[in-house]
């Protein structure tokens, strides 16, 4: 069983920076891929991005590519999300997720654990 919990969403506004960190229990965090999702109000939970168990592989949705940053530090059982030039399209709660598998996947029902969510707001 693995518990993630996010943190550092907030207010922001258009152009800025905000860092989200998902911290997770259990000793087979090493082992699963890593994912981070959000889902807007009235709309579907969409992938944003994705880490392999060693942090060696990682994939972006189109619409973060070249603004998000995934990373994981295994010693701490933690993975983070850096949002830069961040839209007010951005705005939705966001979740991390843990897959038993140790490969990226994009789709939420392939994901075995999530963490309750963060909201992160962009104002224009």
């Known amino acids: 069983q693995v518990q993630l919990v996010e943190s550092g969403g907030g207010l922001v506004q258009a152009g800025g920076s905000l860092g989200l960190s998902c911290a997770a229990s259990?000793?087979?965090?090493?082992?699963?891929?890593m994912g981070w999702f959000r889902q807007a109000p009235g709309k579907e939970r969409d992938f944003v991005a994705a880490?392999?168990?060693?942090?060696?592989?990682?994939y972006y949705a189109d619409s973060v590519k070249g603004r998000f940053t995934i990373s994981r530090d295994n010693a701490k059982n933690t993975v983070y999300l850096q949002m830069n030039s961040l839209k007010p399209e951005d705005t939705a709660v966001y979740y991390c997720a843990a897959d038993r598998r140790p490969y990226i996947v994009t789709t939420p029902d392939e994901y075995d654990y999530w963490g309750q969510g963060t909201q992160v707001t962009v104002s224009s």
């Open positions: 259990g000793r087979t965090f090493s082992t699963y891929a």
């Open positions: 880490i392999s168990w060693s942090g060696g592989n990682t």
